[in-house]
C-alpha cells in the first residue's frame, strides 16, 4: 500500500486550502491509501524560521516526507505565489527530499490570474526536490469552495477536473507510464 502525505501551507485556521487538504486525504484513503496531513501552521515557529532540523516536531516532519510514497502540497496563492509557510519548509528539505516521489502541486485563489502561480513558481521548487514524477497542477478558485460547518462542498466546475488530477496522480504513485496518465497508452 502507497503511503502519501498531504501538507497544507495555509498559516489559517479556518482555511479552505486545509479543508481541500482534508478533503483529499480522506478521499486518498478510501481509495487504499494510507494517507496523513501535515499542517504546517501547528509547528513551532521558532525552530521551523530557524531551520532547526533536530527539532523533534520538525524532525518528525522531514521523516513524515521521507516515509511518504506521494505527496500532495495545498497551498493558498498570496501574492502570486505559493505561502511563504510552505516555501521554509520546502527549505528545510534536503536536496532530493522529493526523490522517488509523485507530487501533485495544488492551490487555491481568488482569482484565475495567479494559475501559473503553480506552475512557475512551485513545480521548479519540487522539481529540484527530485520528484520522480510531478503531476499535472491544480489551481481551486476560491468562489468554487464552499464551507459549512466542518463540511467543504466544491462546486461542480472544480470537482470533475479534481477528481481527474487526483486519478493522474494515484496512477502514478502507482508507476503507471506517463502516457497512460495523460489518458493514453505510452
Do not use: C, N
Not at 521548479?124 to 489551481?139: C, E, I, K, M, Y
Not at 486519478?167 to 497512460?180: M, N, S
Amino acid at each position: 500500500m502507497s503511503t502519501v502525505l498531504v501538507i497544507s501551507g495555509s498559516p489559517s485556521k479556518t482555511s479552505k486550502t486545509e479543508r481541500v487538504a482534508d478533503h483529499l486525504a480522506r478521499r486518498l484513503t478510501a481509495a487504499g491509501r494510507q494517507s496523513d496531513h501535515l499542517r504546517l501552521r501547528t509547528l513551532p515557529a521558532e525552530p521551523l524560521l530557524g531551520a532547526d532540523t533536530t527539532a523533534p516536531e520538525i524532525a518528525e516532519a522531514i521523516q513524515q516526507v521521507h516515509r511518504a510514497d506521494g505527496i500532495v502540497l495545498a497551498t493558498p496563492t498570496y501574492k502570486a505565489a505559493y505561502s511563504g509557510l510552505l516555501k521554509v519548509f520546502l527549505d528545510l528539505l534536503p536536496q532530493f527530499g522529493f526523490s522517488g516521489k509523485a507530487v501533485l502541486p495544488l492551490a487555491t485563489g481568488g482569482s484565475l490570474a495567479h494559475v501559473l502561480a503553480l506552475d512557475y513558481g512551485l513545480r521548479p521548487v519540487v522539481s529540484s526536490l527530485g520528484a520522480r514524477h510531478v503531476v499535472q497542477s491544480f489551481f481551486l478558485i476560491d468562489k468554487h469552495l464552499t464551507v459549512t460547518g466542518d463540511d467543504l462542498t466544491i462546486h461542480e466546475d472544480s470537482s470533475g477536473p479534481l477528481s481527474d488530477v487526483l486519478e493522474q496522480f494515484e496512477k502514478a504513485l502507482d508507476g503507471v507510464p506517463h502516457g497512460t496518465v495523460l489518458g493514453r497508452t505510452a
